[in-house]
């Protein structure tokens, strides 16, 4: 049995399906995460009533994936996800199944899945169902598509990746079978998204053991369809642990010498990840023929500063190291942020020197933001002021 599982509202649910005799039972990753001691969520529930008979039980809820069973039931604050038992039928396009079919049997459910590590199931007393091996999977610490592996990666070939980031994330080793099921099916991957592809890397590069994941990905070749994969493993390797995705992105860009935006690109990174790899390229190049100026800690997010780093120590160890703690105390202690923390604007200025506004004024507040930098003159407008009509005098 396993106590204190699942949510009060979740249990209401279950407790509502089985009172009009359907079955109703906790299931997905909160089974898995649990018996792992990790801390679970989304609650998701699987049950032997069709979508239409869900909603004729509950009087709100939400049409999220109805065409394939799943029904949101809002319920005492939270939101629970409620999906049919089924099966699927073929996959032509190796993404999606053409058709789902709507089964009594939670058997034929849990078989459709992926792995047995995810094919686990809780009852709302606390019972166990666990009809694959999930759990000795679990402790053994492996990962076992079920059933016949190829088939599990014909129906989706996502999973192949969601193989390899589980590998990272939870430290674990692929199953023999399973591996050479990837090595004949990875030229499927062409098939799938890079949108997907691209959500399994970023949760690969937080994971607990990205370099497992690295390590599995060559061995299987899915390195070679992978889009943008670096050739040279152990550089690769060496750009790990990461402590966010961005960071991840830019030791694959580093470690295969690739350009910020062909990675962009290749994987349709956010805007924000476009900027931050940009920002990582820029100041490598930097870096690499000098040492960190007062414009970097100025110019570049600390993320960005400590990144680039991390990376330069690790992929490029002649250059000269710089302490992390001395590279914060460096951005913490710069006198102004932006131009716009400037204790003067273009009409102090055109007050100042008597002279009519134009383009002169924007080329002398570029010249004090340079001097405030360099501490030539302090962030006070008197200073400034002394400072300007020194230079602007000097200069005309």
């Not at 994330?169 to 090595?183: M, R, S």
Request: a negative charge; proline letters at 4%.
């Amino acid at each position: 049995m396993i106590e204190q599982f699942g949510t009060p509202a979740g249990k209401k649910v279950i407790a509502a399906l089985e009172k009009e005799g359907y079955e109703a039972v906790f299931v997905g990753g909160a089974v898995r995460d649990f018996l792992l001691g990790k801390p679970a969520k989304d609650f998701d529930i699987a049950t032997s009533a069709e979508p239409t008979e869900v909603k004729a039980v509950f009087p709100n809820t939400v049409d999220v994936g109805i065409a394939h069973g799943t029904v949101l039931v809002l319920l005492d604050g939270e939101a629970i996800e409620v999906t049919t038992y089924r099966t699927e039928g073929t996959y032509t396009d190796h993404r999606r199944p053409d058709d789902v079919q709507f089964v009594r049997s939670l058997q034929e459910d849990l078989a459709r899945r992926d792995f047995t590590i995810n094919a686990l199931a809780v009852t709302r007393e606390g019972e166990l169902i666990d009809l694959f091996g999930g759990k000795d999977d679990l402790q053994q610490g492996v990962i076992r598509a079920i059933g016949e592996a190829t088939e599990r990666f014909d129906e989706d070939a996502l999973r192949m990746v969601r193989a390899i980031r589980f590998s990272s994330v939870l430290d674990f080793t692929i199953e023999d079978d399973t591996c050479e099921a990837i090595k004949e099916k990875r030229a499927l991957l062409r098939h799938i998204a890079i949108e997907r592809i691209k959500a399994e890397m970023d949760k690969l590069f937080t994971g607990t053991n990205p370099v497992k994941a690295f390590r599995y990905a060559a061995d299987t070749g899915l390195s070679k369809v992978l889009p943008l994969f670096p050739e040279d493993g152990a550089a690769l390797a060496r750009t790990a642990p990461y402590e966010t995705a961005s960071e991840g992105w830019a030791g694959l860009m580093a470690a295969g010498k690739f350009g910020s935006s062909e990675v962009a690109r290749a994987y349709k990174l956010s805007n924000r990840e476009k900027q931050f790899l940009h920002d990582v390229e820029e100041l490598m190049e930097k870096r690499a023929f000098r040492p960190y100026a007062v414009e970097d800690f100025y110019t570049y997010a600390m993320e960005v500063l400590l990144v680039c780093e991390k990376l330069l120590r690790k992929l490029a160890p002649g250059i000269e190291p710089t302490s992390f703690d001395e590279m914060e105390r460096r951005h913490r202690e710069l006198p102004i942020r932006s131009k716009a923390d400037l204790a003067v604007r273009g009409s102090d200025l055109i007050g100042w020197a008597g002279v009519k506004g134009g383009k002169w004024t924007g080329d002398w507040i570029q010249k004090i933001e340079s001097a405030v930098l360099h501490r030539k003159c302090t962030n006070d407008p008197d200073d400034i002021k002394g400072w300007f009509l020194n230079e602007f005098n000097r200069e005309e």
